[in-house]
């Protein structure tokens, strides 16, 4: 592709003298180092717990906090690279995140943890939509395709990456380490990003003819969006934690959330140059790529922090073999997301999108097989059914939610189709953890019904364990309370395979729903690369 290929429109930057395939792989470098911060601190809670000397449930807050604060941000992103340009923005928040990972990495208490934490949110949510927009305008609709192939690299394998990472950097070294890597790969990334991407002065002209037109930042909307995806991410994160509407915390923040959207909904709708273009969300296009890409999000998130933790929890694994088992889909991942890049200009991505849920819906599935004697070959076996699909839903939903949209609408697409997949994975952890909770306590209850002195079962299981610790040299009394015991944590382990069953029935029928929505995708223009033409 010629150098000379530009970033025509909004406020681009252009591979101008350049290759954009370079400026590609730099863009990916830094997306795959922000998005990986979203998985590599859940191994490592522990490590910070102890560390800092708090409890578990205050080290929560260090995942919270990044996921809030990047959440916020997503909605200022399109003004801002608007406004300022979006290689200086983009810089800028490479660079705030860079410095702020290294104060994660080197914080003395919880308090400055969470402050730097926050810093490194808001940096990370504007450089994801950042990043997208520039691969949309540097690459014409022909290669748009493959181009978004390799941000989705960065995308959908770090956060299969960042728990085998964070385990590994936690068990070996130390956690803070999960921060501190950020430092020599954030300053490498800004250095290419600052060298390589360059704004053409056609890009520099509508850059100031943008700021002749004083639009001014709509602030009233900002912080009613902001509130909402704030207040929605608390209740979701915490809920569990926090008993759900037992707590007057969840009470208050869901409270908030609602009003929030109520107000913000007519707002967007209504003013001249919102915030957000609430109007994107209403068209056939653009609105179910938005509901697929949460579903997407749904499923990679749940996905990469319940498998780990089935297999830590009911298996033995360390946190280390854990992110292992998840490797081997990542690399899967990787193939799989030039292959569709190529795919992507040949066929329809609706039915790309349709035939990659259907692969993951066959991987939870065979999910839903969970017993005791599984080996390691399985969950690796079932991750890699799942980075066969996730390439087929993420590039051509992506590609795809582009298609019709108007120059000048690139940034807000980006930004909201990067806030559904955050919004999404969200709610798939939220969902799965709920599911996890309260099935583990219905199969529990319902276990412990054949647990009585007239079941036949009962009485000669007991007989058995009974005879078996005795043989091993324990008196008869406590033969017979050890083997009560083994019975109890027989109910408890099987108990827990169940609701895990349940877990994955559940996110198999969120990804069965993005189906029918692939299949009323428009027929895009295969020879305009599958993403379609910005009209």
């Known amino acids: 592709m010629s150098g ?6 909004g406020t681009g930057v252009a591979a101008h003298a350049t290759n954009p395939w370079l400026i590609a792989i730099v863009v990916s470098l830094a997306t795959f180092m922000e998005v990986l911060d979203t998985t590599i601190a859940n191994v490592a809670l522990r490590y910070i717990s102890g560390g800092l000397a708090v409890s578990s449930d205050e080290a929560s807050w260090v995942v919270t906090t990044y996921l809030v604060s990047n959440a916020i941000v997503l909605v200022a992103s399109s003004y801002l690279s608007e406004r300022f340009g979006r290689r200086r923005f983009y810089l800028l928040c490479l660079a705030t995140f860079t410095i702020a990972s290294i ?6 208490n919880l308090q400055t943890l969470l402050i730097f934490r926050v810093i490194q949110g808001f940096a990370g949510g504007g450089m994801i939509p950042t990043s997208q927009a520039i691969l949309a305008d540097a690459f014409p609709p022909a290669k748009r395709g493959q181009a978004f192939a390799l941000f989705g690299v960065a995308v959908v394998v770090a956060p299969v990456v960042g728990p085998t990472l964070g385990g590994y950097l936690s068990d070996n070294f130390s956690w803070h380490w999960c921060f501190l890597i950020n430092g020599p790969v954030g300053v490498f990334a800004f250095a290419l990003v600052y060298i390589l991407l360059k704004e053409s002065p056609e890009t520099a002209q509508k850059r100031q003819e943008f700021r002749k037109k004083g639009v001014r930042f709509d602030l009233v909307g900002f912080l009613l969006v902001a509130t909402f995806l704030g207040s929605l991410e608390l209740t979701l994160d915490r809920g569990q934690t926090e008993d759900w509407f037992g707590s007057g915390f969840i009470i208050a923040t869901t409270a908030i959330c609602i009003l929030a959207f109520a107000l913000a909904i007519p707002w967007v709708l209504t003013k001249a140059n919102p915030i957000v273009d609430g109007w994107l969300l209403g068209t056939r296009q653009f609105g179910s790529c938005f509901i697929v890409m949460m579903a997407t999000g749904a499923i990679l998130i749940a996905t990469t922090q319940f498998i780990p933790q089935v297999v830590q929890q009911n298996y033995g694994y360390t946190a280390t073999w854990a992110g292992l088992a998840l490797s081997p889909g990542g690399l899967v991942t990787m193939v799989m997301m030039f292959v569709t890049g190529r795919l992507n200009s040949l ?3 609706k039915y790309l999108i349709a035939v990659g849920a259907a692969i993951i819906a066959v991987s939870m599935w065979q999910l839903t097989r969970l017993c005791p004697g599984l080996n390691f070959g399985f969950f690796v076996w079932s991750r890699l059914y799942i980075g066969l699909g996730l390439p087929l839903i993420f590039i051509p939903i992506t590609s795809a939610s582009y298609y019709g949209l108007r120059r000048d609408q690139t940034n807000q697409a980006s930004a909201m189709i990067n806030a559904a997949r955050n919004i999404g994975g969200s709610i798939g952890v939220c969902i799965a953890s709920n599911v996890l909770a309260h099935r583990q306590q219905w199969h529990q209850s319902r276990l412990v019904e054949h647990i009585v002195p007239s079941s036949p079962a009962y009485h000669e299981t007991l007989q058995t364990m009974s005879r078996y610790f005795a043989e091993r040299g324990a008196t008869t009394a406590n033969a017979t309370a050890q083997a009560t015991a083994w019975i109890g944590q027989q109910v408890q382990t099987q108990a827990s395979f169940l609701a895990y069953i349940d877990v994955f029935h559940v996110l198999m029928l969120v990804v069965l729903c993005a ?21």
Do not use: D, R, T, Y
């Not at 000379?4 to 429109?9: D, I, K």
């Not at 995708?521 to 009209?535: D, F, P, R, T, W």
């Open 515 to 535: 189906i029918p929505l692939a299949l009323i995708l428009s027929n895009v223009n295969l020879k305009e690369g599958g993403g379609g033409g910005m009209h």
């Open 103 to 108: 104060l994660c990495g080197l914080s003395w």
């Open 4 to 9: 000379a290929s530009s970033a025509a429109g």
């Open 347 to 349: 066929i329809q991505p």
